[in-house]
């Protein structure tokens, strides 16, 4: 058949088509649904529960409910709907029938309030604006402006929320009420405690405004101690004032655990773990771990001895036993160590320092290091890090944390070699736009060491690997595997490396995050001196945050900038390098 | 002698001299009048004599020629004519003032006028300003009169004639201390060749309220304008303002000696009302009678027509005397109710009564005027009777003395009404379909309600009593209701704008047992709309909760005040049957209802519920409302008996924050307790998530983080997990329901919190575990699933 005479019958065909088509929309725009004998929906319906539906259309297993009114059935239907975001239905009543057609669903447009002028910028809330308008959402709309107030001193604010549903704008009317301190706070002793003990873990000073994070932040660290079960600051704002309640749910003191645990540079991991959190009435601790890994084995033994029991001052004696498998070498390592400790909370940051003698026996069984090696080290760390850093760890967003720590021997000393081995850490991250949930987050994190030997010519000989810097791996540069980088026995003496990252909010569903990142790293056989190629590693992941921890798949390209450079240490790039963990973080 | 004589008879000369000189001149006078009274001697006695009102004038005629001994004509014309009456307020200015009347002397009346030729005044303004201290006008003494149609003209004007008529006011004020009014006037005779008088009148009324004009228009025939008598007399007047409209034609005609007819018929629109009126009506020396109807339309959105129908008016007069004997009036009264309900027959088209009002005069004065009396008022409604019964009544006696109102009044009421309705289910099927239809689950009740409502005093009392009452005895499908209502309402000052109202009711529930709709474990549904969201067209925005400061009072505000103090309560406890309680829940109310706040007492009595998997009595549970506060205060104790022990579990705080204090028989502490509620056993025997959850329930209980319906949730169904986030302060708890099914409650705060959680349990013994490390990698986040024990 020519193109000329398929034309009229394809034209033909088309508007025949449409006309039943045409049908078939406005038979579904008109389509009716029957809830029940009386009620039908017109036009698009919704689900009702078995209570919703018996309200309104009556129960007849209940006499005095078996016939309910149209007009009463319109109310109850109307509050329905409204805690769906359907605010204007449109009602009509045949016969005995009440014809119900849902209407338009609202969403939230804009966010408006009084009284904060000032004090905080809601529009950076996320997750409100766009939502369908509901009464849940306006309660949801109060608890995120009362956290917002609570985490800038207003412990007792009053707010009302309205939500106006022509225009879509939710409204907050707040009076934020006088700033409050952290003070008064009480805490009822538990039994064989002095209460105390609990200001060690304040992550705040009794002066300052309050802030609810700071609580929940003192709370996760009397639980990671395993102090007690449950810890919580009950807040009560009266007539008199704010009221500060501590609450603990207690549990036996001892605790054994038992864990497993994944990712793909140990692959498996276990846990096994033993920890008395009460000793005495100054609650010290003792806790001892077995680990074991495909890379690595320990067994460690920590102890938080408390001198007083307000004291942030304690002595820290610890114990391992470790058998260390990686790329580059491997080895029995073991340690003892006596390390008084402090840390320190302020406004914004938490100190941790700690630092003492320690007896280390190290013996290389595979590859360059001392063999069957005794010797007195003087070890030191000290770590600062900001209250927001510690308080999203597990989620992070915004922070910073940096460290320093150093391990020296000293020739004589009960050692063969002088060495000072130093190293600092830091960690960067940003809320882009500040907004809540993260639109996305900007994480930088780096560290530098150098280790220096008298005779530098022990380095590779008496000096044992774990005062050497190797890079690689998902916890720093990622384009080369574990502790691959170089790709050899000896490592660096100095090293550089920084990072940063992009990651996205939740912009996908199901929690997933997708992130780019770069990595670059240089290295030096000799202290205080970096060779002048530049390792690098662009790449990209995922992050998949899940309510109990977050998965982390990563991918880079691990490539070498031998700028000038005649000869490079052996290295394993360039190379496509996939890293999978569950748990760890940025 | 002679001399005295002499001089006696000059006296007697000189005064017959004066006295013919005097009657010459006075003849003269009279005869001639022009002779004497010429315009620039009258011009100076009307500057003399007018001296109070400081007239001035550019020209001022006067004339007065005699047709014949008796009859004169006098012609005053003054052009630019001003005065002003500092005392009286007034002044004015007229272009031009002229009058030409033409009268005969005689002897009674000296002066009779026979016709006014004409009448011609043009003011351009005139003022008067009422707002001073006026003088008080002399009491004159008035001569009764037959109302007849002559009598409704002056004397000496009753035989005059009419020529031309040309009065206006271009503008004139009048001031008082209420506002003012002002406007223009005209009046003419003829109009247009017509033997009508017309006049019209536009007036702008000024006040605190505003301003609003209003015209008038009036159009009189009569033959008094030609024969000089008046035995006919028709109008017409038509008056229009803001909202309102009338028209009134009336007719007055002589129907024999000393007999007079009046008819008019009126309509329009007042306020927004229509009304009709229709009158007849006759008047003879022995009586005045009126006849007629009066309706007015639409007085209220609930009716449609009040009319007074086929009314009567008889006032019998003293004999030989114009004063009344006595007073009747007669009228049907009929409420035309707007239609409701489904049925067109559903009200009844007219709602009928009667208005009766009489009063004799007891006693008159010495003038003969009336003056002691004695009235009554009998005013009905119905009665009604179909599927209900409803009348009405009030009744009023009043006496006093005319000459001394109101002072002297002194009245007496008595009012009353009643509606029954025998059948509640035809009160059911009245209001279904309509936006009052009675609601589930009383719409399925049968049996009787009625209300009364009663006052009587003095009706001049500025302070009123009514009382109420009303009582509904209805019962079925399983449920009562038996409720009385007795109340009194007092009215102070009904009279005046500042009049307020207080009511006193109790409300005795007496027999009441319900039964609740179909409810789940879980949150109950909310079945009213919230009011935080506005769909209003006036919502243009999200209105403020927070009210803006009220308005200044203003000085002397009119506005009522109602005060009320209600009392609900029940004489015997009411009964609220569940599918949730295993019994009914006897509930007893004591409450108190004010303008500033709801007092009073909610209590649940002894009833069975199976909490915690076992049988418990609830002793009882108080809810206390308090003036001011948010949520109701909470009392209440159950009881558990077991083996072990007897568990007392009270419940205080309030119903937003109830605590929980457990005590027992012999004395456990509250995690011993809790662990027997929750598993049976002691906490030695729990496993470690168990003693989690028995852990976090104590405090969670202690704290009130559990509202009230949680509370029974929690107690009713097996517990699989509770637990307390601190980031939220708020709990969560895990219940296992029938079937395998499991509910999670907890408050619907916002996570704030990170979206990680420290330890995750999964189950007894099994937890996934965050945990930051530091390793010689760096700092990371690590995580375990692990089986953990504690001892």
């Known amino acids: 058949m020519s193109r000329r005479r398929r034309a009229p019958l394809l034209l033909a065909a088309a508007l025949l088509g449409a006309g039943p088509a045409s049908a078939r929309t406005s038979s579904r725009a008109a389509a009716v649904e029957q809830l029940c004998p009386r009620i039908r929906f017109v036009g698009p319906a919704i689900d009702l529960d078995d209570v919703e539906k018996r309200l309104v259309c009556g129960d007849p297993s209940r006499p005095a409910w078996s016939r309910i009114p149209l007009n009463q059935a319109e109310q109850f239907m109307r509050a329905f709907l409204q805690r769906r975001g359907r605010n204007f239905p449109t009602f009509k009543a045949v016969d005995d029938t009440l014809e119900v057609r849902i209407g338009t669903p609202t969403y939230v447009t804009k966010m408006t309030t009084t009284g904060l002028e000032g004090i905080l910028d809601m529009s950076k809330r996320r997750h409100i604006v766009g939502e369908l308008m509901t009464p849940a959402e306006l309660d949801k709309f109060t608890s995120a402006v009362k956290f917002e107030l609570q985490s800038r001193g207003y412990a007792c604010p009053k707010i009302s929320v309205t939500g106006d549903a022509r225009t879509g704008e939710v409204h907050a009317s707040v009076d934020p009420g006088p700033r409050y301190t952290m003070s008064d706070i009480a805490t009822p002793p538990p039994p064989g405690i002095d209460p105390d003990i609990f200001r060690r873990y304040w992550a705040f000073e009794p002066s300052q405004p309050f802030d609810t994070r700071l609580l929940s932040l003192t709370s996760d660290r009397i639980q990671t101690d395993a102090l007690f079960l449950s810890a919580y600051y009950e807040v009560a704002c009266t007539t008199t004032g704010l009221h500060i309640t501590q609450r603990v749910v207690e549990a036996p003191p001892r605790e054994v655990r038992i864990g497993v645990g994944a990712d793909t540079e140990g692959y498996l991991r276990g846990r096994a773990e033993w920890k008395h959190s009460r000793i005495g009435y100054r609650a010290s601790s003792i806790d001892v771990t077995a680990f074991d890994s495909f890379l690595e084995q320990s067994v460690d033994g920590n102890m938080k001895y408390y001198l007083r029991p307000s004291d942030r001052i304690y002595l820290m004696p610890r114990v391992f036993l470790r058998r260390e498998s990686y790329t580059p070498y491997e080895a029995a390592h073991s340690e003892a160590a006596i390390l008084p400790s402090w840390t320190w909370d302020g406004t914004d940051l938490h100190v941790e320092t700690r630092g003492g003698p320690g007896i280390e026996y190290f013996n290389t069984l595979r590859g360059e290091g001392p063999i069957d090696d005794k010797f007195l080290s003087f070890d030191t760390q000290a770590k600062v890090m900001s209250h927001l850093y510690e308080y999203y760890e597990r989620d992070p967003r915004e922070g910073w944390t940096a460290s320093f720590q150093s391990k020296s021997r000293v020739s004589g000393a009960y050692s063969d070699l002088t060495a000072h081995m130093m190293r600092v850490d830091e960690e960067d991250l940003w809320n882009l736009g500040r907004y809540s949930p993260p639109l996305a987050v900007l994480a930088i994190r780096g560290f530098a060491g150098t280790t220096w030997l008298s005779d530098p010519s022990l380095a590779f000989t008496k000096l044992p690997p774990s005062m050497r810097f190797f890079m690689g791996g998902d916890a720093n540069f990622r384009g080369a595997p574990l502790m691959e980088l170089p790709n050899d026995a000896g490592g660096f003496l100095t090293a550089v490396y920084q990072g940063v990252e992009l990651r996205a909010g939740d912009l996908l569903p199901y929690g997933l995050q997708p992130l780019v990142f770069m990595d670059g790293a240089m290295g030096g056989e000799s202290a205080f001196h970096l060779d002048p190629a530049v390792y690098w590693a662009p790449g990209a992941g995922l992050r998949w945050a899940l309510p109990f921890g977050s998965m982390r798949a990563t991918i880079a390209r691990g490539l070498t900038w031998a700028r000038g450079q005649q000869t490079l240490p052996t290295l394993n790039l360039p190379r496509w390098q996939f890293f999978f963990t569950f748990g760890q973080e940025f | 002698m002679r001399t005295l004589r002499r001089a006696v008879k000059r006296l007697l000369q000189a005064l017959g001299l004066l006295l013919t000189l005097t009657t010459a001149l006075l003849t003269a006078f009279i005869a001639r009048p022009e002779w004497f009274l010429t315009s620039s001697r009258v011009e100076r006695l009307a500057r003399r004599f007018g001296k109070a009102y400081q007239p001035s004038w550019t020209s001022f005629h006067f004339e007065i020629v005699s047709r014949s001994f008796r009859d004169k004509t006098v012609s005053v014309r003054v052009k630019d004519l001003r005065f002003d009456d500092p005392a009286a307020g007034a002044s004015g200015l007229a272009s031009t003032a002229a009058v030409t009347v033409s009268f005969r002397l005689g002897l009674r009346p000296l002066v009779r006028l026979t016709r006014l030729d004409s009448a011609e005044l043009d003011a351009r303004w005139l003022r008067l300003d009422e707002r001073g201290p006026r003088p008080a006008k002399p009491a004159r003494k008035t001569v009764e009169r037959y109302v007849s149609l002559p009598n409704l003209l002056p004397g000496p004007a009753r035989s005059m004639t009419f020529g031309v008529v040309d009065l206006r006011a271009r503008r004139f004020v009048i001031l008082r201390s209420s506002g003012s009014l002002s406007g223009s006037a005209w009046a003419r005779y003829p109009w247009r060749s017509r033997p009508q008088l017309d ?593």
């Not at chain 2, 005046?496 to 319900?514: A, G, I, Q």
């Not at chain 2, 409302?625 to 205060?633: D, F, K, N, R, V």
């Open chain 2, 199 to 791: 006049a019209a009148s536009d007036v702008i009324s000024r006040s605190a309220a505003g301003a609003s004009r209003w015209r008038a228009r009036a159009a009189v025939t009569s033959d008094v304008f030609q024969k000089g008598g008046l035995t006919y007399l028709q109008a017409r007047a038509d008056l229009a303002g803001p909202g309102s409209t009338a028209k009134l034609s009336a007719r007055v005609f002589q129907s024999g000696p000393r007999q007079t007819r009046l008819r008019a018929v009126a309509g329009g629109r007042i306020g927004g009302h229509a009304f009709t009126a229709d009158l007849a009506g006759s008047q003879t020396p022995a009586a005045y009678a009126l006849r007629g109807s009066l309706a007015v339309l639409a007085p209220t959105p609930r009716l449609r027509s009040v009319s007074l129908d086929d009314c009567r008016l008889d006032v019998p007069l003293r004999k030989g005397s114009l004063s009344p004997r006595a007073l009747t009036l007669d009228c049907q009264l009929a409420l035309a109710p707007a239609p409701f309900g489904p049925s067109p027959n559903a009200v009844p088209k007219t709602i009928a009564g009667r208005v009766a009002f009489d009063a004799d005069v007891k006693s008159y004065t010495l003038e003969g005027k009336p003056d002691a009396f004695d009235a009554r008022l009998d005013a009905a409604l119905g009665p009604m009777r179909g599927w209900y019964r409803f009348d009405a009544r009030l009744q009023l006696q009043a006496s006093g003395r005319l000459a001394a109102l109101p002072a002297s009044l002194k009245a007496r009421h008595r009012l009353s009404a009643r509606l029954r309705v025998a059948r509640f289910r035809d009160l059911v099927e009245f209001l279904k379909g309509t936006k009052y239809a009675i609601p589930a689950p009383l719409n399925v009740l049968e049996g009787s309600i009625g209300a009364s409502f009663y006052g009587s005093g003095d009706a001049r009392s500025p302070s009123q009593t009514f009382d109420y009452r009303a009582g509904t005895d209805l019962s079925g499908a399983g449920e009562r209701l038996k409720v009385s209502v007795a109340g009194s309402l007092l009215a102070k000052r009904l009279f005046e704008p500042s009049r307020s109202f207080f009511d006193r009711t109790d409300v005795d529930l007496e027999e009441v047992s319900v039964e609740l709709p179909y409810l789940r474990l879980g949150p109950l549904p909310k079945v009213f709309v919230d009011s935080r969201i506005q769909t209003g067209a006036a919502s243009r925005r999200a209105v403020d909760p927070v009210p803006p400061p009220p308005a200044e009072a203003v000085a002397g505000s009119t506005a009522s005040v109602v005060d009320y103090d209600a009392r609900v309560f029940t004489s015997s406890p009411a009964v609220v049957r569940s599918n949730l309680a295993k019994t009914p829940v006897p509930v007893s109310l004591r409450l108190r209802a004010r303008p500033q706040a709801v007092s009073g007492t909610i209590a649940i009595g002894r009833f069975e519920a199976e909490l915690f998997r076992q049988l418990a009595v609830i002793d009882h549970v108080i809810l206390t409302e308090h003036p001011g506060a948010s949520a109701l205060g909470l009392d209440g104790l159950v009881t558990y008996k077991r083996p072990e022990a007897t568990i007392y579990i009270h419940l205080l705080g309030s119903t937003s924050k109830p605590q929980v204090a457990l005590s027992s028989d012999p004395p456990m502490t509250r995690d011993e307790i809790l662990a027997l509620l929750l598993y049976g056993q002691p906490p030695d025997a729990l496993d470690e998530d168990q003693r989690s959850n028995v852990g976090n329930a104590s405090n969670g209980m202690a704290a009130g983080a559990f509202g009230l319906a949680s509370l029974y949730l929690f107690a009713s169904t097996p517990v699989e997990y509770v637990g307390y986030d601190p980031a939220t302060q708020t709990y969560a708890v895990r219940l296992k329901l029938p079937g395998g099914v499991h509910m999670q409650l907890g408050s619907s705060a916002l996570q704030e919190s990170r979206t990680l959680t420290l330890r995750k349990r999964l189950a007894p013994h099994w937890q996934i575990e965050t945990q930051a490390a530091t390793s010689q990698q760096g700092n990371a986040i690590t995580t375990f699933l692990e089986w953990f024990e504690r001892y």
